[in-house]
């Protein structure tokens, strides 16, 4: 495939030759797991099993099931499977064979699946989650917040949660690997916990030496991951996503994507355009940029992250003392927002030696700032972070904070046989699906680092860097989409943008509501944070739950306002519960809140990127 080249649907680049997180990490647990590494199943075992389950019953093609005791779902309500699809679409495409005879015969990827079930008197059809990453897994997200989610869908629907990279290649699909084994994964993770990025604050890594390690990745990715890697892309994706909604029987799609799965929903309208039910896209990318050059999505990703430390600094003063730690007597609404970045200064000039710490290490600049970055993410965590930045700052004690940033081990899976890692979801997809990136020269990718950082001081070189492994990535994609965005849909998108997110601009989802050109609408949620959830609103919530239950579309240019009561995340009782949404889809109010919580904590954790 040509840099830069935009396919049509059907249409697909030069077939590639068929071949056949733990910084936590210590040196002595990584050679007690190397040894019990060694007990794992074969993979000539695992590929045994694999063309067993391929000969899947073509009346039963997810092969549902009750979900394993570790889910801790009800099991009159969730049911779990596993549907096998082609590994290369267009190949299908051209064999006019069934899917069943296909998988049957071909080489396939295993989709993971889980499902919370609607009564089926009221279903309406199934309702697909991708909560983005890329790498975030939808059968997590489904297991720890499907019944928040099917109460904001109205309660109609099923809601189904696929592992493919995000789904293809993540999770308990057919994975990604770049290491020959978890525990050395875990290891290039301490190395790399070594060597922060260039032009950082308090970094003394050269551009030079960043190079060769992002090289070294993506080498290995490709070494490991050979076979499978050109079938990593969102329009392959896609196509699964459309794969499972003709095996369950329905005429339509209906989908619900966060942050990278904006780029997945975007994209899989315009391939099946006569195929879309009720879909929304929240915290909208740059799908341009996305699929285009990382160093274009980069500068553009992070245009609102300081307004969010604004608001962060400003609300805190607002709420004073007795509700935020880091505020002081005298304040205005700078003062908290110049106190960590003196605080950020005085650490890179003497960093901080931690005995006590869940992990002992020299507690760095790097690390609180990306605490405050991982913050702008969710306002539910912004009560907790000022608390662990005043003990750090007023007590110059910083083990809150350093604790929270690498959290204790867990010594039932310090030496995991399965690298679950969202690590290798960002580059896998990212790398994949856009184009270019092989031609920038470190002189450009240090210049564009630069101009991030302009635009998001403290955190945008860690931006920009991360995508350094596209430089050296070794695959191209079978088959990318790159628009156009503007086909006539069988139903208009609805697109959620906040008005202060730190990596998903609401310029971001203005372009892409201009480039679908009436087939999408723009709701503008007033507030901060990353996607719609992160800072909670009624209007919102309601107007996505009459979206997918009545497909009752907001009016065109609609901004909905937070009440004064949900304005300030400081202030305890800050949040209106949406009672008469969880009424009418039949859930308990407080289980709902509760789950929402969850879920907003969720989606934080699987699109904050750490290369």
Not at 237 to 264: C, H, K, P, Q
Request: proline fraction near 5%.
């Amino acid at each position: 495939m040509k840099s830069g080249a935009t396919l049509p649907v059907a249409a697909r680049g030069p077939r590639p030759t068929r071949t056949g997180n733990g910084n936590a990490a210590t040196i002595a647990v990584l050679a007690l797991c190397a040894s019990v590494w060694l007990l794992a199943p074969s993979s000539g075992a695992r590929h045994s099993a694999l063309a067993d389950e391929a000969a899947t019953d073509a009346h039963d093609p997810f092969r549902w099931k009750d979900c394993d005791n570790a889910l801790n779902v009800d099991p009159k309500l969730y049911r779990c499977g596993k549907i096998h699809l082609p590994l290369d679409h267009l190949d299908f495409l051209a064999s006019n064979t069934s899917l069943h005879e296909y998988v049957s015969k071909k080489e396939t990827i295993g989709i993971a699946v889980i499902k919370r079930v609607a009564n089926k008197k009221l279903k309406k059809g199934t309702v697909f989650v991708n909560p983005g990453g890329p790498g975030g897994s939808g059968v997590q997200t489904v297991t720890f917040a499907g019944e928040a989610i099917f109460a904001l869908t109205g309660g109609v629907y099923d809601i189904l949660g696929f592992d493919i990279i995000d789904p293809r290649g993540i999770m308990d699909s057919r994975s990604v690997h770049c290491f020959e084994s978890p525990v050395l994964h875990r290891a290039f993770n301490v190395i790399l916990n070594e060597a922060f990025v260039p032009n950082a604050l308090g970094s003394a890594t050269s551009v030079q030496k960043y190079a060769q390690i992002s090289e070294l990745f993506a080498a290995s990715c490709g070494k490991w991951s050979k076979d499978i890697l050109p079938y990593i892309s969102t329009a392959y994706t896609a196509r699964d996503i459309d794969a499972m909604r003709n095996a369950l029987g329905e005429d339509v799609y209906n989908y619900w994507g966060f942050s990278y799965g904006t780029f997945l929903g975007i994209t899989l309208v315009n391939m099946f355009p006569d195929r879309v039910g009720r879909v929304l896209i929240d915290g909208v990318t740059d799908p341009t940029t996305f699929a285009g050059n990382y160093l274009e999505w980069s500068v553009g990703s992070l245009l609102d992250v300081s307004n969010v430390v604004d608001g962060f600094s400003r609300l805190c003063y607002e709420a004073g003392p007795q509700e935020c730690a880091l505020a002081k007597p005298g304040d205005n609404s700078d003062s908290v927002k110049e106190r960590l970045f003196s605080y950020f200064e005085s650490l890179a000039q003497s960093p901080v030696v931690m005995v006590n710490a869940h992990f002992p290490r020299v507690f760095e600049a790097k690390e609180a700032t990306s605490a405050l970055f991982e913050a702008t993410y969710s306002t539910g965590t912004w009560k907790s972070i000022a608390t662990s930045f005043a003990r750090a700052i007023f007590d110059n004690d910083p083990l809150d904070l350093a604790d929270s940033n690498i959290p204790k081990v867990d010594e039932s899976i310090a030496c995991p046989l399965k690298d679950y890692s969202s690590n290798f979801g960002f580059p896998s997809v990212k790398c994949n699906d856009g184009f270019g990136d092989k031609e920038n020269t470190l002189e450009e990718w240090e210049k564009a680092a630069l101009a991030t950082a302009s635009i998001g001081p403290y955190f945008g070189e860690s931006w920009a860097w991360m995508g350094l492994p596209c430089k050296y990535w070794p695959s191209e994609a079978v088959e990318r989409f790159a628009g156009p965005w503007n086909y006539t849909l069988k139903n208009q998108v609805l697109l959620i943008g906040n008005t202060y997110d730190p990596v998903t601009p609401l310029a971001s989802a203005k372009l892409a509501e201009g480039l679908m050109e009436g087939n999408g609408i723009l709701l503008t949620h007033d507030a901060y944070g990353h996607c719609s959830l992160s800072q909670r609103g009624a209007c919102t919530l309601e107007s996505i739950n009459a979206f997918f239950k009545d497909g009752v579309y907001p009016e065109p240019g609609t901004v909905c306002k937070l009440t004064e009561s949900e304005r300030n995340p400081f202030l305890a009782g800050m949040e209106t519960l949406t009672i008469k949404v969880a009424e009418n889809a039949g859930v308990n109010a407080l289980s709902f809140a509760k789950q929402l919580d969850k879920l907003q904590e969720h989606l934080s954790s699987v699109n904050i990127h750490r290369f």
